[in-house]
């Protein structure tokens, strides 16, 4: 095998950090190499030419292969093997280029004295902080396989949910990128064949069709112009929402959007908002962190302020319940059953069974809010080629005068 050049990031007996490049048949090879020096390896990769382009920082980690990563994890700890041997075989049958790294590097640190915990704290790209919550639980309890069961359990919850909402995209994203095709093939191509027409006979043209013929113009002499708008607005919009009034501001109008589709958001907050609680009550998690760790994960600010006033007044010796009901983003059902929870100490079960109801809510909003927008998407592509057709035959009237 033709040795390679590696970069290498280790540190010596006294903590010091030590950087620098090796040649070797494999990472293994020098990794070895290394230990034999007295280093504690943190992170080998392979040196990359001024030629080499690597695309795996655009990539994602996939929820489905962290949830089979995180089932099989527990499966094998559950039947009785080490922690690192575990991480070993996951390092061998992950496919995934990130997640492979993030394990070796989690394995290394956990050979070097980390607990688990702490080891995938080091990297939040990959284990958020209600997977490194709840694990750290799960040691600190004793019952990690279980707990890693309900992370995996989680996880899956939380994939089904996105798939729902995914699918329930797809049809009106199609729709409306054919209806944009079709009007822009309209104002190209069509457009242009009347404006000749128009100009040879001299008709005096109505501001519509004024309209449309200037930009047909735009289209087919300046489309620089109208994709520098397109990408200027998406730039634009996607730097407002990075910020924190921009992220506010958004989620706020989610829950707003007209159609049904605000109470389809709320709904999906709202299981998220439960699962998540649920599964950390259950993992031992202590309250105050749980319902801080939720806050965080929940995927929409006003779900997360909220979040922080259910804190303060919990900390202060109020319940959760009395704290929920003066936050307007959850319904009566939500509260109720979480008194119910505290009332009966079941908190945990009571929240799953909100979980359950309000994933099987919205799924059926998705399927209604489907039947729903293929009317409206029908609507839609009729407006845009009426719109064009119109302005164009508007003058024919003129033109057919003229010419008799």
Known sequence: ?????????????????????????????????????????????????????????????????????????????????????????????????????????????????????????????????????????????????????????????????????????????????FAMLVLLAMIGFIVPVFAKVFKENGAQLPGLTRFTLGLSDIVRHYPYLLVGVVVGVVVLFTRWRRTEAGRSGWDRFKLRVPMKIGDIVQKIALARWSRTLSSLVSAGVPMLEAISVTGKTSGNVVVEKAMDSVSASVASGGTIQAALEREPVFPALVHHMVGVGEETGGLEQTLSKVADFYEDEVEAAVKSLTSILEPVMIVVIGSIVGFVVISMYLPMFKVYDAIQ
């Not at 790209?125 to 639980?137: E, G, N, P």
Request: hydrophobic content about 40%; charged content about 25%; overall charge positive.
């Open 1 to 177: 095998m033709s040795a390679a050049v590696f970069s290498f990031r280790a540190v010596d007996t006294l903590g010091g950090p030590v950087r620098g490049e090796l040649e070797g048949p494999s990472i293994e090879a020098v990794t070895e190499q290394l230990r034999q020096r007295g280093l504690t390896v943190l992170g080998i990769q392979p040196k990359r030419t001024a030629l080499e382009i690597s695309f795996d920082a655009f990539s994602r980690i996939k929820s489905h292969d962290l949830m089979v990563m995180t089932r099989q994890l527990a499966t094998m700890v559950s039947a009785g093997l080490t922690l690192l041997r575990a991480l070993r075989v996951l390092e061998e049958q992950t496919e995934s280029k990130k997640l492979k790294a993030a394990l070796v590097d989690v394995r290394k640190n956990v050979e070097s004295g980390s607990s688990l915990s702490d080891a995938l704290e080091r990297h939040p790209k990959v284990f958020s902080v209600l997977y490194v919550s709840m694990v750290r639980a799960g040691e600190t309890g004793g019952f990690l396989e279980t707990t890693l069961i309900r992370v995996a359990d989680h996880l899956e919850s939380e994939d089904k949910l996105r798939r729902q909402v995914r699918s329930a995209m797809v049809y009106p994203t199609v729709v409306l990128s």
